[in-house]
């Protein structure tokens, strides 16, 4: 059995590709979501082989929501959309096929045979060629997230990177530190260093260079720094030298 | 009688002949010349006139002994430069100088040296004017009358120097120097009022005419704009005759008169057929027909009681292509004003080129339809394909619906292939919009809420056709694109003072200015409607980020239910 997660904001599109797949046979649609700020929890909860993506969805773009995932977690992706502008770029970003909408049963079976040939032959991973995280995604890693989506209680935030003050990883969860609060977001702490700027300053924190004041060397245990909005951030000792070179100091 | 005065009343005496002749003919076309001065022809009778007066004026001279004449050929010599610049001067000077050595005398070097002199300072004066007050500015009385005295002063002194075989040149100096010096002064300063009058003359009738030309195309511009549009055509000709104080006035194209106001409009009917051959003639050749009322009678071909005797017909052309004429009147026993015939000249070429302005509004106006349909064309894949694939699912679901469906895909296809190029109505806009909705809705069911407030009394509203699709379809891209949540779009109508607003709205707030494809299609919009309707309406936009876009179209509301 394939292991699908199925994204779509239109909910009789998301219907129809749901039936598709279940006529096909040979797939479990684990999760059905109607954006990608709701597809990144269910991905890295669920872990399928493989993901049903539409490029154009509101707020965060399938492109942008493949930048959000964490290498790890990455599956095979299908970019499912309506016109072929977009066929060239989903090639780049090592998209192991493309679907166009309204979609035939044929070239659907023909796109799951080549998922089931691939599943359980190298790890989960974007593409066919290229293992996740290996220099060759450079398509992803490249990608620079400018909003980061995070989860409220009863809604979601997309805070833009230059609020973003600091992020801290912790048993709970990463949370995302601006001047107005701590919001809890799906992204790791490896893909917000990789792809937004933000800066390693400790094994459970990243902060943002252009929102330090000041910082504050301490004793042995290493150092901290000052937000402007007045939060501290731990700095370890081993990355204390690259961030006084980051800040010119 | 003192000597003096004796030789100075000659002398004048024997000046105002000339004085008169010139004072008359100074009027001819020939001496009209441009700021250049004489050139070619004019030239070459600007040098036999004046070299004329300048000899005339040895011969009416007074003859003293030993061959002296107290003479005024200073005055041709130097009106020539003041005319025509330094070799115009100079050569009448020279002239009359070679004229003045055949006569003989003991002066007679002298005086060539000195009538040679005074034309090329005349030349000089030209010059210097040109670069202190304007090119082709002439002196006044004062400075003619100066600079001669000058000259003069330097004649009689040359008389001195250069006249070895009289006996006693210095006491000739003195006998003829004084009445020269001032009869010369006197002449010069003459000619030079008579000239200075003549040139502010015509200035002053070149003035007449620019502004009457500029006032007659001031308020024949609105009418042309749209071309040459027969419905139009009366006003211009009212307004051309009231400029132009003309008998009639009479416009054509290339094939029928179109209108015709003033004298004998009682036979002279438009819409009618061209029958004069004159129209006929400028109209193939398209060089202008003038028949001046004396050799050459326009000839009524409708009436022989038309008052109607002259007529100038300038030809209107567009890209080199006769398209019509403008005709001036006058009736007999008036003559046709030179003012008039250039006036008239003047409005053809400038009706031309308001035609051709016209024209490339509508190129222009051409252009907006083109790159809309590109547009247009360029939004439909995306929503065809996406709307085929909502009717595969609902197919599935409901097969009557599906069908309801594809009928609502098929009415806006329908809609959407007509050419763009007319006003519709509101009520038809809003079934465009209908169509488009329909699928909108089904596709995003569970999160779309649209809500229509329409004033119905605003349905027979014009507005270019496609004005409200592409800004619905812009509103939910600025919306539902950006909003995880439900959205609404409201599109209303109604009615403010004398205009009606449409607006159509959404609650995201996402709108930024010229994103790409929604710019140009916003834009296009604008254009049509400032194109079709007029500059002063069209569209706006307001946005509240985070709350809403509002994109109001305003239009103005029909006459008489304002």
């Not at chain 1, 801290?168 to 700027?197: D, I, K, N």
């Not at chain 2, 100096?173 to 040139?199: C, K, S, Y």
């Given at each position: 059995?394939?292991?699908a ?19 096909a046979?040979?797939?479990?649609v684990?999760a ?38 964490d290498?790890d977690?990455l599956p ?13 770029r989903?090639f780049e ?22 998922l089931?040939?691939a ?10 060629a290229v ?5 060759g995604?450079a398509?992803?890693a490249?990608k620079?997230?400018?909003r ?11 805070v833009?990177?230059?609020e973003?003050?600091?992020?801290r ?35 459970q ?16 245990e ?24 980051r800040?010119?100091? | 009688?003192?000597l003096f005065?004796?030789?100075l ?5 024997a ?40 000899i005339?004026?040895?011969?009416l001279?007074?003859?003293?002994p ?12 130097m ?13 009448v ?16 070097v ?6 040679t ?12 004017l040109?670069?202190?007050?304007g090119?082709g500015?002439l ?12 000259t ?11 006249s ?53 195309a001031?308020?024949t511009l ?5 071309g040459?549009?027969?419905a ?15 008998g009639?006035?009479?416009?054509t ?22 029958v004069?051959h004159?129209?006929r ?13 004396q ?14 005797d ?14 019509g ?27 031309s ?17 083109q ?8 939004v ?17 679901i ?12 098929a ?5 959407n ?6 006003l519709a109505?509101?009520?038809e ?23 229509t ?25 600025h919306?539902?694109a950006h ?9 209303r ?35 049509r ?6 500059p ?12 809403l ?12 239910t304002?």
């Amino acid at each position: 059995m394939i292991r699908a997660v199925v994204v779509d904001d239109e909910a009789l599109a998301r219907e129809e590709l749901v039936a598709l797949l279940h006529e096909a046979g040979g797939v479990e649609v684990v999760a059905s979501c109607a954006n990608a700020v709701e597809a990144l929890p269910a991905v890295r909860r669920e872990r399928p082989d493989v993901l049903f993506l539409d490029v154009q969805m509101p707020a965060v773009s399938g492109f942008e929501l493949l930048a959000m995932l964490d290498p790890d977690d990455l599956p095979r992706v299908v970019f499912v959309t309506a016109h072929d502008e977009f066929a060239v770029r989903a090639f780049e970003q090592n998209a192991a096929d493309y679907l166009l909408k309204p979609v035939e049963r044929t070239r659907l079976a023909r796109t799951l045979e080549r998922l089931g040939r691939a599943v359980g032959g190298p790890p989960a991973g974007v593409g066919t060629a290229v293992a996740a995280g290996a220099p060759g995604a450079a398509g992803l890693a490249a990608k620079v997230i400018a909003r980061i989506p995070c989860q409220g209680t009863r809604s979601i935030r997309l805070v833009d990177l230059a609020e973003v003050e600091a992020v801290r990883s912790s048993e709970a969860g990463v949370y995302v530190m601006t001047a107005g609060g701590e919001h809890f977001t799906e992204l790791t702490l490896r893909v917000l260093e990789e792809r937004t700027g933000l800066f390693r300053c400790h094994k459970q924190h990243l902060v943002n260079v252009d929102r330090v004041e000041e910082i504050l060397l301490g004793d042995d245990e290493g150092a901290s720094v000052r937000t402007r909005s007045g939060r501290t951030v731990p700095v370890s000792r081993r990355f204390l030298a690259a961030l006084k070179e980051r800040l010119g100091l | 009688m003192p000597l003096f005065l004796t030789l100075l009343t000659s002398l004048v005496g024997a000046m105002s002949f000339f004085m008169a002749l010139f004072y008359v003919l100074s009027r001819a076309r020939v001496f009209e010349t441009g700021p250049d001065g004489p050139h070619g022809r004019t030239l070459v009778f600007h040098w036999l006139f004046f070299t004329g007066i300048t000899i005339t004026g040895s011969y009416l001279g007074i003859q003293l002994p030993d061959g002296v004449i107290a003479n005024t050929r200073a005055v041709g010599a130097m009106v020539a430069g003041f005319m025509g610049g330094p070799l115009l001067g100079g050569a009448v000077g020279a002239t009359a100088g070679v004229h003045r050595i055949w006569l003989g005398g003991t002066t007679a070097v002298a005086g060539a040296a000195a009538t040679t002199m005074e034309g090329l300072v005349g030349g000089l004066v030209r010059l210097w004017l040109a670069r202190t007050e304007g090119v082709g500015r002439l002196p006044g009385w004062r400075l003619a009358a100066g600079v001669t005295v000058v000259t003069e002063i330097v004649h009689m002194g040359l008389v001195i120097i250069l006249s070895p075989h009289n006996p006693d040149p210095l006491g000739v100096a003195e006998t003829i120097g004084p009445p020269m010096i001032t009869a010369n002064a006197i002449g010069v300063a003459l000619f030079a009022l008579v000239m200075r009058d003549r040139q502010r003359d015509r200035e002053q009738v070149q003035a007449d005419s620019s502004a009457r030309a500029l006032r007659a195309a001031r308020r024949t511009l609105g009418l042309l704009a749209r071309g040459y549009d027969a419905a139009r055509l009366p006003e211009v000709a009212r307004i051309l005759k009231e400029e132009t104080g003309a008998g009639a006035v009479c416009l054509t194209d290339a094939d029928q008169v179109l209108a015709f106001e003033g004298l004998g409009a009682d036979h002279h009917r438009a819409p009618g057929p061209i029958v004069s051959h004159h129209t006929r003639r400028a109209i193939e050749t398209g060089e202008v027909v003038f028949a001046d009322g004396q050799t050459e009678h326009y000839d009524c071909p409708i009436s022989k009681d038309c008052p109607l005797d002259s007529v100038l017909i300038a030809p209107l052309s567009l890209d080199g292509v006769v398209v019509g004429t403008v005709q001036v009147f006058e009736p007999r026993h008036r003559r046709f004003s030179s003012v008039n015939r250039s006036l008239g000249e003047g409005l053809a070429s400038l009706l031309s080129a308001q035609l051709l302005a016209a024209r490339y509004q509508e190129t222009k106006g051409l252009l907006t339809e083109q790159e809309l349909k590109l547009v247009q064309a360029q939004v439909n894949p995306h929503f065809l394909f996406n709307a085929l694939n909502t009717v595969a699912a609902v197919l599935r679901i409901d097969p009557e619906r599906a069908r309801g469906l594809l009928l609502h895909l098929a009415a806006f296809f329908r809609k959407n292939l007509k050419r763009p190029s007319a006003l519709a109505t509101l009520r038809e806009e809003l079934e465009h919009v209908g169509a488009y909705l329909e699928i909108e809705k089904a596709r995003f069911a569970d999160r779309l809420t649209v809500v229509t407030e329409v004033d119905p009394s605003l349905l027979d509203l014009k507005l270019p056709a496609f004005t409200l699709q592409p800004l619905v379809e812009n509103a939910f891209k600025h919306g539902l694109a950006h909003t995880l949540g439900p959205g609404t779009a409201r599109i209303r109508a109604r009615r403010e003072e004398a205009a009606a607003l449409i607006e159509i709205e959404d609650d995201a707030g996402a709108y930024r200015e010229a994103s790409g494809g929604d710019g140009l299609g916003m834009r296009l919009v604008d254009k049509r409607i400032k194109n079709l309707i007029g500059p002063t309406w069209g569209l706006a936009v307001a946005c509240v980020p985070g709350e809403l876009t509002r994109v109001t179209v305003r239009v103005p509301l029909p006459e008489g239910t304002a």
